[in-house]
């Protein structure tokens, strides 16, 4: 079975500095995707960025960026020039190709980011 | 940009009672997914649902629970006799296809379900 491990569950940084929120993730598969997520105070979950893990280029979003290291099964999100907008919950996530019906999303517990003035 | 969006956002029920927790995906989506997070615990999947059946269920979703899309564009989740257990926060998501990844599941805010 899939697992998905955030170890921070929470942190502060000031506004503009950047930040590194880590992942860490356990599975046989060889190809699959990972996500984060982003939960705000007004609480709908935004897809931040994305990776298939087939490609080795490092997704990128804006300031948004992941560090992927699938040997080490590693899935960390950087976040440059922080903003106060930032402030949000943020949840790693892992999902297989889908085989048949399986195409759930497996999440960790989330890391609560707090981007100070 | 198109939401999903769910009602109510916040429920409170007596235990042993019945609970419907209502979604309205994206109108062209085909794929229909409920999660639920238990206060400070990961959130996780229930159920799937697609071409007017559930497609996959974890062990969570027992037979006290059901899923029903009645009229085309809701979805709803039905607990049929509430849990003190069943306390969390329920998303909805929906999809255009299923897996891909230039079409992420797109999440509600959520609903929050108390149960007393």
């Known amino acids: 079975a899939q697992t998905v491990t955030q170890s921070q569950p929470e942190m502060s940084v000031q506004e503009a500095e950047t930040v590194t929120l880590s992942c860490t993730y356990d599975?046989?598969?060889?190809?699959?995707?990972l996500f984060w997520y982003k939960q705000p105070p007004s609480r709908q979950m935004i897809l931040v960025i994305r990776?298939?893990?087939?490609?080795?280029q490092n997704a990128t979003e804006n300031r948004f960026s992941v560090n992927f290291q699938k040997a080490a099964k590693s899935f960390s999100l950087k976040i440059s020039d922080s903003q106060l907008g930032d402030t949000a919950m943020y949840f790693c996530?892992?999902?297989?190709?889908?085989?048949?019906?399986?195409?759930?999303?497996?999440f960790g517990k989330g890391t609560r980011l707090h981007i100070l003035p | 940009e198109p939401e999903v969006t769910q009602t109510p956002s916040h429920q409170v029920t007596q235990m042993g009672q019945e609970v419907i927790l209502r979604c309205v995906p994206i109108?062209?989506?085909?794929?229909f997914y409920w999660y639920r997070q238990i206060l400070g615990q990961k959130v996780e999947f229930l159920v799937s649902?697609?071409?007017?059946?559930?497609?996959?269920k974890s062990e969570i979703f027992d037979d006290q629970f059901s899923v029903e899309r009645p009229d085309g564009s809701n979805f709803t989740l039905k607990i049929r006799s509430t849990k003190l257990e069943d306390s969390a926060m329920y998303f909805c998501?929906?999809?255009?296809?299923?897996?891909?990844?230039?079409?992420?599941?797109?999440f509600g805010d959520g609903t929050r379900l108390s149960i007393l």
């Open positions: 998501a929906s999809s255009v296809g299923q897996g891909l990844t230039n079409q992420p599941q797109h």
């Open positions: 599975t046989s598969e060889s190809n699959y995707y």
């Open positions: 990776q298939e893990a087939y490609k080795q």
């Open positions: 996530a892992f999902m297989k190709p889908p085989e048949g019906r399986d195409d759930k999303i497996i």
């Open positions: 109108s062209n989506h085909l794929y």
């Open positions: 649902f697609y071409n007017n059946e559930i497609s996959e």
